[in-house]
């Protein structure tokens, strides 16, 4: 062996020897307890949570190279600056003028692109944040921030207390958006179950970028199938707006512009509320039943409109498991067999890829409505399925539903 490859060989040993004789130097990755954590909306402690705890707070999940020296020192001194720069663990310590001034400046860097840092997202892509977010994060920065009033009984049926929660904006535009989740009509009332109400995904997707436009947005319980069959959904979505109605002034909304917005069979029993005449009972012994339950503007995600071509599995429950496909209840049931010329404005928007309801429900609604004079819009997206990604499209749903509802309610308000 040649005396040039003894001394590299040496010199690869004393490599070796150094990096295994600097694991042994150690790294502080002690979490310590919270002394005052920060307090905001659920939203905003997810972001962040998501997007900023790792380096700005003492819950950092260490990753496997944080664990390797000399990586390991170079993330420790990192961590240190920066929750020296801001910790999220720390924040109540902190002055209500310093926290302000926090709060803009990550809404700077985020607008700007800088936070979470860009080596942080290639390895967390989970801390990508998308428009909803940044909407979120903005507001919050603003210190505009909603509130939720939970459980507001709307109304009793079957010996069932019927709940929304109505989200109140920071800065409401002084129009209420009736809010109808998805459930294929059913409602599973199982102790632990999430109510209709509250379903995560949507209300993300949906009711949160409604309320940080301004909208006063009440999102609905109902009834649900198999034990409350047609036409129980319907009676209640049709209770809530009469409900809303009757106390518009109370909640800060016009009575005589409601709009209303629903994926799937939620979008069903809004379009109901918009080509149903809505008539209330004059002789109705409770003032809010004589309250008309025609909206003014709707939007449809996802809608099924011709209960009749759907899957019996799917509409049979809600249904009655009736025995033929176009009886008299798939009808009645059915938006299209409603529509006449004084119907609400209707945006539709329906993915080309959906199997569970296919688009052809939308495209059908659409001419329907079209034929009788209504203003319609149907957006096809051919890269969606069941359900339809807030930010599929261009301009994004969000956006198409933002635009459609500020036009209708805002710009012409049509009477009630």
């Known amino acids: 062996m040649s005396s040039e490859r003894k001394v590299g060989r040496r010199l690869l040993w004393v490599l070796i020897a150094v990096v295994i004789i600097i694991q042994l130097i150690p790294v502080d990755r002690s979490h310590p307890p919270a002394r005052s954590e920060i307090e905001a909306p659920p939203e905003v402690m997810e972001i962040l949570r998501t997007a900023c705890y790792d380096c700005h707070s003492y819950e950092t999940d260490w990753p496997w190279y944080g664990y390797v020296a000399p990586v390991s020192w170079w993330l420790a001194h990192h961590l240190e600056e920066a929750r020296e720069e801001m910790n999220f663990s720390d924040w109540g310590l902190m002055e209500p003028g310093k926290q302000a ?101 949507y209300v993300e997707a949906y009711v949160e970028p409604l309320v940080a436009a301004g909208y006063t947005v009440f999102s609905l319980n109902h009834r649900g199938a198999p034990p409350f069959p047609y036409p129980a959904a319907v009676e209640d979505t049709q209770r809530a707006v009469r409900f809303v109605r009757h106390h518009a002034e109370q909640f800060g909304v016009a009575a005589e512009a409601l709009g209303a917005v629903g994926f799937s069979s939620g979008a069903n029993l809004v379009s109901l509320l918009g080509v149903n005449d809505g008539r209330g009972r004059a002789d109705a012994s409770d003032p809010v039943d004589r309250e008309s339950s025609k909206v003014q503007c709707v939007v449809g995600l996802a809608t099924p409109t011709d209960l009749s071509r759907l899957r019996r599995d799917l509409v049979g429950p809600y249904l009655g498991d009736e025995p033929q496909p176009a009886t008299a209840v798939s009808l009645e049931a059915s938006p299209v067999t409603h529509v006449t010329a004084d119907d609400a404005p209707t945006l539709l928007v329906h993915g080309e890829r959906d199997r569970t309801v296919p688009s052809s429900q939308s495209v059908l609604f659409e001419q329907r409505l079209r034929e009788s004079g209504v203003e319609v819009k149907l957006v096809l997206l051919e890269d969606q399925a069941h359900p339809i990604a807030p930010s599929a499209g261009e301009p994004s749903v969000v956006e198409e539903l933002l635009e459609w509802l500020d036009r209708h309610l805002l710009e012409s308000p049509s009477s009630a």
């Open 101 to 201: 001034e926090l709060r803009e400046e990550i809404w700077e860097e985020v607008e700007e692109g800088e936070m979470p840092l860009p080596s942080y997202r290639r390895v967390h892509p989970e801390a990508r944040l998308d428009d909803r977010q940044h909407r979120v994060l903005e507001n919050w920065s603003h210190g505009e921030v909603s509130r939720v009033d939970s459980d507001v009984v709307y109304g009793t049926a079957a010996d069932r207390v019927l709940l929304m929660d109505v989200h109140h904006p920071e800065h409401p535009k002084g129009v209420g958006v009736i809010s109808v989740a998805g459930s294929a009509w059913r409602a599973d009332e199982a102790a632990h179950a999430e109510p209709l109400k509250e379903q995560r995904g």
